[in-house]
């Protein structure tokens, strides 16, 4: 015989030939022969040696332990005194009972939606983010959410946690801000055969979601596409004189043509316009040509009205002159002025004959 003691916060296992005899707690015990005690912490998780499933015959021992069994499609996260401890796998647990608070949340994982009563916090933990899928829709964003590759809902704005299992699960997203999508260098053929390229633009938003990213494929390509044909249908009735001046004209068609195609895909038309009109080397040579042409003709036009503006003007002060001797003599008097406007200094020579012609011109004879 021997005497053991076990301490206050231990229990004790007294085996025999690796089988279990009884269960000791705090206080002093005798062992007979070929028996020994195996000590355990109560604050601890029960760890045996031998397997579980033959201890837990033992009633004593049955009522010292709290345990836990967790299915292949589960998990359980366990918590002490209300703080998350660990993730418990597939298999058989057990807690000693007495000392420490244990709490259990069993989380079914073959279903896709986390409605068991577990804190975001918890989730995002290492051990626990492993077995959680987790998917973000920003605030400008609008998702669906595909289960099995089939429609389930819409997602608004937020972060989606769903659980982790042989279950596809995927999140499309789009862009719910005003986008903008661009024609470049599209040639298009006018009416009287104008060979020319365009560069247009359209800006649009996504009104439904389910539309555009479920019932239609590559939303933006449809687009695309439509605006190639309207434009194509529409500048074709034109011929390029036409098109230049009423290119303001394009956007106004193409809005009222692609309303109902677009709502179709679930995007809204907010405006449109041609950003460019690019014409053949040859073509704006003679375009030049024709503009320099036309030009000249309303240059000559300005240059003859104002040179008969000029010339009635004259035709009507020499007829006033004609009438009027003072009035000839204040205009000779006016040039003779401007004449001596520039003149720096005169030097005469010959005698009183150029004094008395220049007497002529600056005195006036009463």
């Known amino acids: 015989m021997k005497r053991i003691r076990i301490n206050a916060g231990k229990i004790g296992l007294v085996l025999k030939h690796n089988s279990l005899k009884r269960v000791v707690a705090e206080g002093a ?11 355990y912490d109560l604050t601890m998780q029960f760890s045996p040696l031998i397997d579980l499933n033959l201890l837990l015959k033992n009633p004593t021992l049955t009522n010292w332990l709290q345990v836990v069994d ?4 589960e998990i359980v996260l366990h918590y002490e005194n ?17 000392v420490i608070d244990h709490t259990f949340v069993r989380a079914d994982l073959s279903k896709i939606d986390i409605t068991e009563n577990i804190t975001p916090d918890t989730l995002v933990r290492k051990d626990v983010s492993s077995f959680v899928r987790v998917f973000t829709v920003e605030s400008f964003e609008q998702g669906i959410l595909l289960v099995d590759g089939k429609f389930a809902r819409i997602l608004e704005t937020g972060v989606y946690m769903f659980w982790k299992n042989a279950t596809p699960v995927a999140v499309q997203k789009t862009d719910l801000r005003q986008l903008q999508l661009e024609i470049s260098g599209q040639e298009i053929l006018t009416r009287d055969k ?3 390229r365009i560069n247009f633009f359209v800006q649009y938003r996504v ?5 555009a990213l479920i019932e239609t494929k590559d939303f933006e390509r449809q687009l695309y596409i439509l605006m190639q044909l309207a434009l194509r249908e529409f500048i074709g009735t034109l011929s390029l004189d ?3 001046e009423k290119k303001e004209s394009v956007s106004a068609y193409v809005l009222s043509a692609l309303h109902t195609q677009a709502s179709a895909v679930g995007i809204e038309l907010r405006d449109c316009g041609v950003r460019d009109i690019i014409l053949p080397g040859d073509m704006k040579e003679i375009l030049n040509q024709v503009l320099l042409a036309q030009k000249k003709a309303e240059a000559n036009v300005i240059m003859r009205r104002e040179e008969t503006a000029s010339t009635r003007s004259l035709l009507n002060t020499a007829k006033l002159m004609e009438d009027n001797v003072m009035l000839f003599k204040l205009k000779e008097m ?12 005169i030097s005469l020579s010959g005698g009183n004959q150029i004094v008395d012609q220049l007497k002529d011109i600056f005195v006036p004879k009463k």
């Open 29 to 39: 015990h005798w062992l007979s022969l070929n028996e020994h005690v195996r000590e």
């Open 70 to 73: 967790v299915k292949d499609h």
């Open 82 to 98: 209300g703080v998350f401890k660990q993730v418990l796998k597939a298999g058989r647990h057990a807690f000693w009972k007495g």
């Open 194 to 196: 104008a060979n020319l």
């Open 207 to 211: 009104v439904d979601i389910v539309k």
């Open 242 to 244: 036409e098109l230049l």
């Open 334 to 345: 006016e040039y003779v002025e401007k004449i001596a406007d520039k003149i720096n200094s």
